[in-house]
T-cell receptor, first 113, second 116 residues
């Protein structure tokens, strides 16, 4: 079993839809939770990160972490064609985990006009 | 001006050859990484250097040898290439190797290696 599981999709939604992307994990030592976005033929770029359980909002994006269920989500409101990309969840242990991020497989999202 | 730049972008080579990928960051970050992304888009850490010192060395064949001449540069040399080495190799950097600074990685555009 992988430490981080993410449904690879693909996910196809109409413009304006609310998108929900999810990851589950097995390592209870994970303390930092991140979402990266990767456009085709580009490197991943950080969207947002949260520390431990809770919610964080940034514009149209909301990240949720539920440590008791080992489950994280990213919600995208009013999705736009420019949101079409692969979304990768990533996690890191606290303490001296030396910047090692463990990534999910990525979910391919297409938002069509 | 690209923050993290990698060269070359594309590499096509025969099995058994040796190849190198170079990476440079102009962000003033202390920590640099090599990640490998396979055909299923799974991104996995290989190595990390903090201020020229190796701090992460995952289970990677010793045919892969990283080198950091200074904190702005991290190179990857691969000996005796195998078919399974075909992947996209990403260089990344972060402000630090612990704390919140270690969560924000800036990635290069990737080097796509194809071994025939």
């Amino acid at each position: 079993q992988k430490e981080v599981e993410q449904d690879p999709g693909p996910l196809s939604v109409p413009e304006g839809a609310i998108v929900s992307l999810n990851c589950t994990y097995s390592n209870s030592a994970f303390q930092y939770f991140m979402w990266y976005r990767q456009y085709s033929r580009k490197g991943p770029e950080l969207l947002m990160y949260t520390y431990s359980s809770g919610n964080k909002e940034d514009g149209r994006f909301t990240a949720q972490v539920d440590k008791s269920s080992k489950y994280i989500s990213l919600f995208i409101r009013d999705s736009q064609p420019s949101d079409s990309a692969t979304y990768l969840c990533a996690m890191r242990e606290g303490g001296t985990s030396y910047g090692k991020l463990t990534f999910g497989q990525g979910t391919i999202l297409t938002v069509h006009p | 001006d690209t923050a993290v730049s990698q060269t070359p972008k594309y590499l096509v080579t025969q099995m058994g050859n040796d190849k190198s990928i170079k990476c440079e960051q102009n962000l003033g970050h202390d920590t640099m990484y090599w990640y490998k992304q396979d055909s299923k888009k799974f991104l996995k850490i290989m190595f990390s250097y903090n201020n020229k010192e190796l701090i992460i060395n995952e289970t990677v064949p010793n045919r892969f040898s990283p080198k950091s001449p200074d904190k702005a540069h991290l190179n990857l040399h691969i000996n005796s290439l195998e078919l399974g080495d075909s992947a996209v190799y990403f260089c990344a950097s972060s402000q630090s190797w612990t704390g919140a600074g270690a969560n924000v990685l800036t990635f290069g555009a990737g080097s796509r290696l194809t071994v025939l």
